[in-house]
């Protein structure tokens, strides 16, 4: 579930910029050859960054291996030459000249919290909350827009509380904006991105926003202010990282911990690996470690040298990418995760996991796809050569929350969907037990389910991602994406479509595919963001930028807009809307609020939050 840095990317097709920026640029890019890391970003989307954020990805983040041994002259000349002018008009944002007044109940009004919505992460919306019916849905307008400036991606779910709304973005700003206007209350600065969805938390300090950034820190702020209440680092590991959201079951945070290990792992001379993912449980008053416990038990240790000499280290990996769920009545926490990264493949890799709340002991396990070990030196180099693992696994992780349901037996059952096209349900109370098993896809490096589900009370809804590219001339349309002589496209025939499974066996209610993408260059019918529902609606958004609402008992598309296109955005930054995917949308008091913009896997770059209401209301 990772992404390459802004290096590693397609050649700049004769832009005339500083040469000794393209030449260090050129230098330090010679993995990505041929188009053989689709993860990168296009030219395009570097235009989008800033210089500081290609400085930031060099120095501390995904190819910070790539920038080792480099002068601060030679980071900053390729930061200069890939950077964009996109920032010219980028502004904080309109403050508002007032703000509601905050509601003595604020959980009792119509809201939106973390990633799922509630602690067993069914992303669906009661409509007390959505305040949006089926007959509404083909009513929705734009009602503002928000730009975040700098960047290339919108990925941070927004939360809607007390008609507040707190959004992370991909600079590391943080904003709380007004609900219905978009207007600015407070902006706060974390020490990286931030992805991962905020939690709101109402005690006698007040309010408090919880958050993950990629630094791998933990944060609280007053929710009111913006000013921190604490910091706390999760993990000292360079890779670490957090993506998923972290839950909030008051008085406790819990933190999933992943990395971006399996791409510093593709340079050969690199030690790979040592990152293990990992739960961590914090106080959320003080921010203390209550207990941290590892996805593999086991501390890698020295297995092989590779042909280089270099000594490499196992088992490793297994980062936990998404949401965590937990159960609040019996003290379990489930989640699951991603692949191994290295010889040997951990038993605990592409999983579901449980853990007890009280002190974080692993109670069971259920690995889904064994032997997968993978780096992206796999895709880089020959087999077995360099980094890539001698398992050589497909890279089947788990990004998605696992939703825990009842059934309607009076079991229950947790269900989560796999990159390798597979949809599962287990039985949380028999060990992780398998209940059934339905495949929708054909899987892949980014196919399969991405980033999430949503459930009702007798289906659970999933979208394919199968995203496929081809290799075309120099003569097509999108050349920006040339590497060596050949352009690197989405293909516009593979990938997509919903699906509606019945949650007590798994059987097919219905299908609805992708409505397809002619011959658009670059388009792909791929559906790969979370789902979100309400009662009677599914909403799911593509790669090619549009956002859909299907009918929950048939499949039929009620809604469509297309998000692509430049946006005039309530705090004057220049933004623009293109690829879903990652979050999905929120639904809250007659509003719907999605990003678009995600420059990854060929996605269309972009960089706005937009907010839609029925015009008639």
Known sequence: MIALSALCSPALAGEARDARGEALYRAHCAECDSGSVMRAPSFAALRQLSAAAIRAALTSGTMSVQGQGLSPADIDAPSRFLAGDLLATANAGTACAETSPVPADAFADPHWNGWGGDAAQHRFQPAAMAELTAEDVPKLKLAWAFGFEGVNRAYAQPTIVGGRLFVGSASG?????????????????????????????????????????????????????????????????????????????????????????????????????????????????????????????????PVRKNQFGVQLFGPSGAGIWSSPTVDIAGGILYATTGDSYSDPAAATSDAFLAFRVTDGEQVWSHQMTAGDAYTVACRLMELGSGNCPEARGPDFDFGSSPILVRLANGKRALIAGQKSGVVYAVDPDRQGALLWQRRIGKGGKQGGVQWGAAADESN???????????????????????????????????????????????????????????????????????????????????????LRAYAAASGQIIWDVDTKGTYKT??????LGGSLDGPGPVIVGGMLYVNSGYAFSGGTPGNVLLAFSVSSK
């Open 173 to 301: 700003k943080v904003y709380s904006l007004d609900a219905r206007t978009g207007c600015l209350i407070w902006i706060f600065k974390a020490d990286g991105p931030v992805r991962t969805a905020i939690s709101i938390g109402i005690d006698a300090r007040g309010w408090t926003a919880y958050f993950g950034d990629q630094r791998a820190n933990a944060y609280a702020l007053d929710a009111l202010s913006g000013q921190p209440r604490w910091k706390v680092q999760i993990d000292e590991h360079p890779a670490a990282i957090i993506t998923g959201a972290p839950t909030l079951v008051e008085p406790v945070l819990y933190v999933p911990v992943t990395s971006y290990e399996e791409v510093t792992g593709a340079d050969a001379h690199y030690p790979c690996c040592s990152f293990r993912g990992s739960i961590a449980a914090l106080d959320t008053v003080s921010g203390k470690l209550l207990w941290k416990n590892f996805s593999i038990a086991e501390v890698p240790k």
């Open 460 to 546: 659970v809804y999933v979208a394919l991602s199968d995203v496929q590219t081809r290799l075309v001339s120099d003569s097509t349309a999108g050349a920006q994406n040339t590497v060596f002589g050949q352009t690197v496209l989405l293909d516009p025939a593979a990938g997509g479509g919903l699906f509606a499974l019945a949650l007590e066996t798994g059987e097919l209610v219905w299908n609805t595919p992708h409505p397809g993408c002619g011959d658009a260059p670059g388009c792909s019918p791929a559906q790969s963001a979370a789902v979100t529902a309400i009662p009677g609606v599914v909403f799911s958004g593509g790669l090619d930028g549009h």
């Open 570 to 575: 309530v705090n004057g930054t220049t933004a």
